[in-house]
């Protein structure tokens, strides 16, 4: 029997069966190096550009199953090939199935892993073939906006300087990233220089519109100024008002008002008289921003002189119906009192309410003399019924 076996080895049908065992085991072999290469590849691209995700690790060890099956064919694939030139060897066929099974175990664990992951997967290896299209992009967008930007009339401007250097680091930035061949930070440089390349085209294209816009904020700025002044001229007589109807304590707070009133006009008028003269010397983008300081120091000066004239009308009113104001409140507490009977929190609030019922009383009480003290009155009001809208809310929400 051993001889036959020898003779059978050495037979023509002995090169046959090797490369037919060769071939099976090659099919499966490329077949799970193919899925291997693509989930790979994937891979690759999800650690580039998403490696919070951690894909790379979870990888490695169905990795490792693909190396060590592709370590069992190679070697078993080196003896089939002494085999078929000696013709012979001891290649036995459970070795062979062995071989093959490895093989297909190792491609099917492939498989679960990739569609485990498959849409992340699908979008890295997408996002990341579109990294040079779009390096490429925004390197020529950045040429021709920096073209733009040096031959533009407007090249002096602030803003077009401003956001011209950016795109100039940006650039760097970008080519840095790519001489590392870090795809992730690639893709991040991009997608910053397009970024950079968008604000600077957007500033190209307001610049020629921003000499008529500084112009008509100026004439606007300046109409708000002559009413400002007008308006200052009703504070004094106001103030003077105040202190002859009602308790000193009612204006105490109001004593620097005027004052600070002329000072923000004072600063309006000296930023407005800088904007023309930037305006001048066509530079709208300065004039722009001097505009827009002189308006905030505008809201100032009109904050502060109408406080002092709202003061006296509404102590004017109350003055001639305090029961008027109190009233109000009390219709709300009302609400907030029936509110705790139907929620059923009459334990819990009840008593909180029935004390700003008393505040309320104690307010009105306080009403007494030549000059009552309507500002304090007023204030207290106000105090009472922003607590009880706050207790109505947190009943309205004990159910929620």
């Keep these: 029997m051993a001889g036959r076996r020898r003779g059978w080895f050495r037979a023509p049908r002995n090169n046959e069966w090797v490369q037919q065992a060769r071939q099976v085991l090659t099919t499966a072999f490329l077949d799970m190096d193919q899925r291997q290469t693509i989930a790979e590849a994937a891979v690759t691209a999800s650690a580039a550009l998403f490696p919070e995700r951690g ?34 060897g001891p290649v036995a066929q459970p070795e062979i199935d062995t071989v093959i099974r490895r093989l297909a175990d190792a491609a ?31 390197r020529a967008q950045a040429a ?72 008509t904020a100026l004439a606007s700025a300046a109409t708000r100024l002559d009413a400002a002044r007008n308006r200052l001229d009703r504070v004094a007589p106001a103030m003077s008002a105040l202190l002859r109807e009602f308790a000193a304590a009612s204006s105490n707070d109001l004593a620097n008002n005027e004052r600070q009133a002329r000072e923000a006009v004072a600063a309006a ?43 006296l009308a509404l102590l004017r009113a109350v003055r001639d119906q305090p029961a008027e104001r109190a009233k109000a409140v009390r219709f709300k507490l009302r609400d907030a009192q029936m509110l705790a009977v139907n929620k059923g929190v009459v334990p819990q609030w009840g008593s909180v309410l029935d004390a700003q019922a008393e505040r309320l009383d104690r307010a009105s009480a306080g009403l007494t003399g030549r000059h009552p003290d309507y500002w304090a009155y007023v204030s207290e009001l106000d105090a009472i019924s922003a607590f009880v809208a706050g207790v109505v809310e947190r009943m309205r929400n004990t159910d929620r």
């Design 55 to 88: 894909m790379a690790a979870r990888w490695e060890p169905v990795r490792a199953r693909c190396y060590d099956a592709s370590g069992a064919y190679l070697a078993l694939n080196d003896r089939l090939e002494q085999a078929e030139r000696e013709d012979g």
């Design 144 to 215: 021709q906006l920096r073209q733009a930007a040096d031959a533009s009339p407007q090249a002096t401007y602030p803003s077009i300087r401003q956001c011209a250097a950016a795109v100039d680091e940006g650039l760097l930035t970008l080519e840095a990233a790519v001489a590392t061949g870090a795809g992730g930070a690639t893709r991040d440089a991009a997608t910053r220089l397009e970024t950079l390349n968008r604000d600077l085209s957007t500033a190209l294209e307001a610049a020629p519109g921003k000499q008529h816009s500084a112009t």
């Design 269 to 311: 008028d000296a930023d407005l008289a800088r904007a023309r003269a930037a305006l001048a010397n066509h530079d709208p983008e300065d004039a722009l921003d001097l505009t827009t300081t002189a308006r905030a120091h505008l809201a100032t000066a009109e904050e502060r002189a109408e406080t002092v004239t709202d003061r």
């Design 108 to 138: 099917r664990g492939v498989d679960e892993f990739y569609r485990g992951n498959q849409p992340h997967l699908e979008h890295a290896v997408a996002v990341y073939g579109s990294v040079p299209q779009l390096v490429s992009q925004v």
